[in-house]
């Protein structure tokens, strides 16, 4: 018995420098189904027999000997305790600082990729000649990997560290960047802003588009609306597209209607699409105001399509060949909080995610009644082991600025979820808010649909 606690204390040590993990998480409950020992009131497993071995108990005592000359040749003074105690105590504040912090403001931000439309500068003051060309030349770069869009982030290093820039040397950067845009014919917008030291320091976010140009061609966004019936689809896209409220009885989607029995039953059984602009400033750009399609045209940076689908289950292939054939870029789920998630728009989501197209979830009628049922179910679904979303509920301005950053990066796995209503208004500045921050047409996704009609062609 005695040899037998020999061996545990020469393999398992004193317990302050053990090394051997495997060994030292065996536990009686580990190893419930096999047949023990007990030997002075350790119990040790037969499977675990193998930890015994020689070559095992030489490897821990030439861990221990490293150990214990590693002690020895460290920290031998009184002078040394104190400096990694003082190094340990600063080390723990400076956590501390970054985590109280980062609530209010992220410490940095991913490192500068050296595609894509987004672009780091830590400050542009007063530039030689050679310097902005090279700075021209740069945003020329950004604008043409975003279809005319581009994202600045000043104050901010190639690393990603968010260093911010004093009051003069920011209205020096964003001076130069007006000349910059100037000779790009472009204009920029100022997204949001991060207070940094107190506000002694900001770092801003800058989002820069094209002015619309004869010699340049307007690339589109393709945005396929769908959900189940009576979830406000069509009236939603008529709210955006007309810019006037609905009245609580569809007036809004008359306008989407293309047959007379859609007019008299209320449902969507064809596919139409209507078109939805930005300028360059960022402000929406619809029929309202007596404009037509030219005027759309002529006026927009940036264009959607919107592509409203039908909902009801009778026309579920019409759905399935529209969505197909219009390869859309973008898929706006569409979810009533009266009738809740039902599994039609589940469906509408399982197609999305086969054809590869990221989706966002928009919440209505949220004037009727508490949307905070639908909006747990929602999530809770978007979270299930089958989908694997992480759903992003957008609330404010960061929220829809956020999200856009987000819904083509991970594959599309980031999911926003907007909560509004088509007739008090309410959410509504977000969703367009988020349209319009979002990137044009990324060439980076390509969907199962337009591989289908490649191989079609090819055939």
Known sequence: MASMDRCLVTFFGDGDND?????????????????????AGVEISNQSADCFKPQRRQSARAERRRLKRNSKSSYNTEEDDDRVQSSNLTRSQTMHCSKS???????????????????YKLKLVKPTSSRLEHLVTQLKWR??????????????????????????????SLRTLEAMCRR??????????????????????????????????LVESRLAVLGNLDAGKSTLLGVLTQGDLDNGRGRARLNLFRHPHEIQTGYTSSVSSEILGFDARGNLINYSGNRCVEDILDESSKLYRLIDLAGHIRYQKTTLRGLIAHDPHLVMLVVSSVTGLTDMAQE????????????????????????????????????ATGNKR????????????????NIFQAGGSVTPVFPLSCVTGSG???????????????????????????QQQQQ
């Open 390 to 405: 992480v759903p992003l509920v957008v609330q404010t301005k960061d929220d829809a600025i956020t999200a856009a950053d």
């Open 101 to 119: 912090c980062g609530e209010l403001l992220p410490s940095s931000l991913p490192p500068e990729n050296d595609e894509g439309n987004i672009e």
């Open 348 to 383: 509408h989501a399982a197609l999305a995610v086969g054809l590869q197209v990221p989706f966002i979830v928009v919440i209505t009628k949220i004037d009727l009644c508490d949307h905070g049922p639908v909006l747990a179910s929602v999530e809770a679904w978007l979270k």
């Open 143 to 172: 604008l043409a990997e975003g279809q005319g869009q581009a994202v600045y982030e000043l104050g901010v290093e190639d690393n990603g560290v968010v260093l911010g820039l004093t009051k003069m040397e920011l209205n020096e």
């Open 184 to 217: 790009l014919n472009a204009k920029y917008t100022i997204l949001r802003e991060r207070q940094i030291d107190n506000g002694t320091r900001k770092a801003q976010e800058i989002l820069i588009r094209r002015l619309p140009n004869d010699n340049i061609e």
């Open 428 to 454: 509504l500045s977000l969703l367009t808010e988020f349209l319009n921050v979002a990137p044009t047409n990324p060439q980076s996704r390509i969907g199962l649909g337009s591989r289908h009609l490649q």
């Open 19 to 39: 090394s051997d993990t495997d060994c030292q998480s065996l536990t009686p409950a580990s190893y419930s189904g096999s047949k023990r020992a007990t030997t």
